[in-house]
């Protein structure tokens, strides 16, 4: 059975690991510049990020566009 869908590169990687792997290979500094959201760059938190993260889909766009540039996956 073919599919129709194009495979997404990001099937089975958790939000979490996306967030966590960014920020060990940037750090929140850079992140926050890379990606201009306050949860990034205003006492940021791993737990802090998917809360906003979870509820706001642009932001979410941009990070995942971000972890998939950087080619960490």
Known sequence: MSSDKPQ???HG?????IVTALEAHYGWEKLG???AIRC???????KS???FLRKTPWARE?????YLRSKLH
Do not use: H
Request: no cysteine; aromatic share 4%; proline share 8%.
């Open 8 to 10: 997404n590169p990001l």
């Open 13 to 17: 990687v958790t939000l979490e690991a």
């Open 33 to 35: 510049q890379l990606i």
């Open 40 to 46: 990034f760059q205003s006492e940021p938190s791993v």
């Open 49 to 51: 990020s998917l809360k």
């Open 62 to 66: 941009k990070v995942e566009a971000l």
